[in-house]
């Protein structure tokens, strides 16, 4: 998907996110996350937010439970590269199903750095810091089914889905 110049504010942006998402559990990293997470708080009864610490995301990281969206702020400006990609790697790796990732000019991040870790381009937004990107990850989508794997085109059809190595 190549990005597109949105008129929406980042938090507009984030509240339609979780609108289409409709989680039951959030975790969120930063000042915009954070008050777009409370204000969905606010309106969905049994909602569960985690946030993690700016400064030190990875410090309390390990989640106990699958989250269904991670929202992120303000948080990867602030951190050297292997700490931030630290971060939206294990995120990710812990299942989270989508995660949307709002980031300003930083001179470590590169487009290419998160299309490596599986993130696409969504769109880019004007704010009063300036300009911010979003990437979003789906684990719906991420790795699209291919029609070459399945049991037909396996050496051995009987073994599929019998035997990991």
Not at 63 to 76: E, R
């Amino acid at each position: 998907m190549t990005a597109s110049r949105d008129t929406s504010t980042p938090r507009e942006t984030l509240a339609r996110i979780i609108d289409t998402a409709r989680p039951e559990t959030l975790l969120c990293c930063g000042s915009i996350a954070g008050e777009v997470a409370e204000m969905w708080q606010q309106h969905k009864e049994g909602s569960r937010i985690r946030t993690l610490d700016t400064s030190d995301p990875n410090a309390t990281l390990k989640l106990d439970i699958v989250q269904d969206l991670a929202l992120i702020s303000d948080t990867l400006e602030h951190l050297p590269h292997d700490e931030g990609a630290l971060l939206l790697g294990q995120i990710r790796n812990y299942g989270t199903h989508q995660i949307a990732v709002l980031v300003g000019e930083a001179p470590d991040w590169a487009f290419t750095d998160f299309i490596g870790l599986g993130f696409r381009r969504h769109a880019e937004l004007d704010s009063d810091k300036g300009p911010l990107t979003l990437y979003t990850y789906n684990l719906d989508t991420y790795n699209h089914k291919r029609a070459w794997n399945n049991p037909r085109n396996w050496a051995n059809p009987e073994m599929w889905g019998k035997a990991w190595w």
